[in-house]
T-cell receptor, first 119, second 113 residues
Framework: DAGVIQSPRHEVTEMGQEVTLRCKPISGHDYLFWYRQTMMRGLELLIY????????DSGMPEDRFSAKMPNASFSTLKIQPSEPRDSAVYFC?????????????????FGDGTRLSIL | RKEVEQDPGPFNVPEGATVAFNCTYSNSASQSFFWYRQDCRKEPKLLMS???SGNEDGRFTAQLNRASQYISLLIRDSKLSDSATYLCAVNPGFSGGYNKLIFGAGTRLAVHP
């Protein structure tokens, strides 16, 4: 079974450039999550979608960050303009989420992540 | 106070040892609980869900204590390959956002020969 697929695996770019991270969730999953992980702050939820609709973007650090999910099989996280403090590993995860009583449906499955370095 | 707290460790244990981690959560309405394992420079991977009655998967046992608002993970007969960071994750329930998970900072385990 194909898991969550993220691209690129690594991105190194200069400050001020636009960065676009991509994610393909597991087929049939209707929740998609974007996280950022750093040593200092751990794993932080940035935004999540249900059936392609953004549900909670309270974790998005500032207006430089935006996320879209144009269809059930694709999402992007964009940073424009990028800054050195945005350097982190960005993970995408997906889950089924149907039937809140079914605990296993809430378990999230992560992609390999994108290691982002802003110089 | 953080929503989900873990002892960062590291826990340094010899092979064969039994080790236990705790994770406390602040939202009493939290609905479901998970343990994830994360290897260095890798993504978090689901280790096990935590059921109200406690559950076991081989050498791993997870327990939930709703009264004291913590979950635990017990690893018996530790292997070198168990060395990783263990993250607990809590679904805060309807009031906190159904279907999202709040992660702890993780507890690092190092198993040595």
């Amino acid at each position: 079974d194909a898991g969550v697929i993220q691209s690129p695996r690594h991105e190194v770019t200069e400050m001020g450039q636009e960065v676009t991270l991509r994610c393909k969730p597991i087929s049939g999953h209707d929740y998609l999550f974007w996280y950022r992980q750093t040593m200092m702050r751990g794993l932080e939820l940035l935004i999540y979608f249900n059936n392609n609709v953004p549900i909670d973007d309270s974790g998005m650090p500032e207006d430089r960050f935006s996320a879209k999910m144009p269809n059930a099989s694709f999402s992007t996280l964009k940073i424009q303009p990028s800054e050195p403090r945005d350097s982190a590993v960005y993970f995408c995860a997906s889950s089924l989420g149907e039937g809140q009583a079914r605990i296993l449906y809430q378990a999230q499955h992560f992609g390999d992540g994108t290691r982002l370095s802003i110089l | 106070r953080k929503e989900v707290e873990q002892d960062p460790g590291p826990f340094n244990v010899p092979e064969g040892a039994t080790v236990a981690f705790n994770c406390t959560y602040s939202n009493s309405a939290s609905q479901s609980f998970f343990w994830y394992r994360q290897d260095c420079r890798k993504e978090p991977k689901l280790l096990m869900s935590v059921y109200s009655s406690g559950n076991e998967d081989g050498r791993f046992t997870a327990q939930l204590n709703r009264a004291s608002q913590y979950i635990s993970l017990l690893i018996r007969d530790s292997k070198l390959s168990d060395s990783a960071t263990y993250l607990c994750a809590v679904n805060p329930g309807f009031s906190g956002g159904y279907n999202k998970l709040i992660f702890g900072a993780g507890t690092r385990l190092a198993v040595h020969p």
